[in-house]
């Protein structure tokens, strides 16, 4: 196995600043109780054409976070009445006039993707005294990296009408295209650039929305596919077939990492309630009705303290978290939360001065929950870029995370339903070797080129945090295009 090459971001009590990462299977589960209150699904207005206006921004001075030339800012979407996305975008360290352009979507629903820029793989940390330092195994060491704060009203995105909230893919979908038009009218020349979509958790809705979305204005517009060039999309440890990936919640209680996460007894009744469970979370996508939601919260709820009582992280289960019970995802964030909200900070950042940066938005959270999104699987939209495109999809999962874990999204991924989808399951696993052959990183199957299953060693739910190295080296061969 590949040694661990990451560290926490800020290694003091855990418990210090509490962080709601809601990608976790206690949400994903009580989702299906939160549909009960559902009296409808709401959606935005939709644009006829992605002409999108831009606010200016002055650029970001070069030291700021790292020496390349950045851009920090906000894209007025044309099809809200009053909606401001924000970016903060990275030009490649090494060729950026022809490298390729990398996105990268943080998931929650409601989590902020500048989380991952100072957390795990952008060109600079934060330290605890609120400086920065770079980031050697930043992505956007081959790339030009753009990291997006979505959907409305995430991190430092905002709307001041309520009527811009977002609650669906489709929502996501049309404002992500409608920022990407606005975006390459700011960067004209990264027009035509191969184009990889990239994040994690949750993002395993957004990708799939979002580059579905891509697919189809494509196939409607040969000007669209020349001026978006989509190559590509990278999910690691998403959440994207959730009927499928709940199922094997319990398979991380035997584990590659010989750690006890419940007892013999605790794991039958697990089993049992899982079940039950599953049931409920079917006659919701059936029905879209649960008839007794204190039945739902019994046999759902169960399936969680277990893991809660083992004081395991349960984005990590190699590190404790003797205070998961108050802090959800056991990660300190203060000084990441105070670095963003510095006033000097947002000015180099061209961020309004009364926005206050949050990790997660909780309404953003239970709009999605609460629409029912959360319980909706996109494996489709994956099949169909499959089967009528030359896009490649690369799944990913570190294998420490209980949340998404890699017994659920290989299973999604092999039964997903594709022309190909004999030949993936046919596929001989073998080691994924780094460049110089010295580190086993983990397993690797795949179906050519075209969907890749990676299995990586010592990572938890943020591969790039924990695994550093290596997932820069598994970003530089997919955009690249070589073989795993």
């Known amino acids: 196995m590949a040694p661990t090459e990451g560290t926490p971001l800020n290694p003091s009590n855990p418990s210090r600043h509490p962080s709601k990462r809601k990608t976790r299977v206690a949400v994903l589960i009580g989702t299906v109780i939160a549909a009960a209150a559902v009296i409808g699904l709401w959606s935005a207005g939709k644009a006829d054409q992605a ?3 831009t606010t200016s921004s002055p650029p970001v001075s070069g030291v700021f976070c790292d020496v390349t030339k950045q851009d920090a800012g906000y894209i007025n979407l044309p ?6 996305y924000f ?22 629903p409601g989590t902020s993707s500048i989380m991952a820029l100072l957390a795990e793989n ?24 753009l990291w997006l704060d979505q959907p409305t009203n995430v991190g430092f995105s905002y709307s001041t009408a309520a009527e811009d909230d977002d609650h669906d893919q489709d929502d996501v979908g049309e404002n992500f295209y409608a920022f990407l038009q606005g975006f390459l009218d700011k960067h004209p020349e990264l027009e035509g650039r191969p184009l990889f979509i990239t994040g994690e958790s949750y993002a395993g809705h957004y990708i799939p929305a979002v580059s579905h979305k891509i697919w189809q204005e494509s196939k409607k517009n040969t000007t669209a596919s020349a001026r978006i060039n989509l190559e590509g999309i990278a999910i ?21 990492y010989n750690i006890t996460l419940m007892d013999g007894e605790e794991y039958e009744r697990a089993k049992d ?3 039950k469970c599953l049931k409920v979370g079917e006659a919701y996508l059936t029905n879209g009705t649960i008839p007794d939601p204190d039945y739902a919260l019994e046999v759902c709820d169960i399936l969680i303290p277990p893991f809660k009582n083992a004081r395991r992280n349960p984005y990590d289960i190699r590190l404790p978290c003797p205070n998961v ?3 959800s995802d056991c990660y300190d964030i203060t000084a990441i939360t105070e670095f963003l909200n510095q006033d000097y900070v947002k000015k180099e950042l061209n961020a309004p001065s009364n926005i206050q940066w949050q990790e997660s938005n909780e309404n953003v959270n239970h709009a999605f929950t609460g629409s029912g999104d959360f ?23 570190g294998d420490a995370d209980t949340m998404c874990n890699w017994f659920g999204v290989k299973a999604w991924a092999t039964a997903m339903d594709w022309k190909h989808k004999d030949e993936i399951n046919a596929a001989i696993e073998h080691p994924f070797l780094t460049s110089d052959g010295s580190v086993n990183a983990g397993t690797v199957s795949a179906y050519k080129n075209q969907l890749t299953l990676l299995r990586l060693f010592n990572a938890g739910h943020m591969v790039p945090r924990d695994q550093p190295a290596v997932s820069l080296e598994m970003l530089n061969r997919f955009i690249s295009g070589e073989h795993f």
Not at 79 to 84: E, G, I, L
Request: proline share 5%; charged share 20%; with cysteine.
């Open 51 to 53: 002409v999108t206006t």
């Open 79 to 84: 099809n809200k009445k009053d909606d401001h």
């Open 325 to 327: 019970e108050e802090n």
């Open 87 to 108: 970016y903060w975008y990275f030009e490649s360290r090494s060729n950026p006039t022809t490298d390729p352009f990398v996105i990268w979507l943080t998931g929650g």
């Open 273 to 275: 309630h899982l079940q």
């Open 122 to 145: 952008g060109p600079c940390k934060v330290n605890d005294n609120l400086t920065t330092s770079i980031n050697p195994y930043s992505w956007t060491s081959n790339a030009n990296v």
């Open 375 to 397: 319980v909706r699987s996109y494996d489709g939209y994956v099949a169909d870029l499959l089967d009528d495109s030359d896009i490649r999809v690369l799944l990913y999962v």
């Open 236 to 256: 690691g440890n998403g959440l994207t077939n959730p009927k499928i990936q709940v199922a094997h919640v319990l398979d991380m209680v035997d584990n590659e």
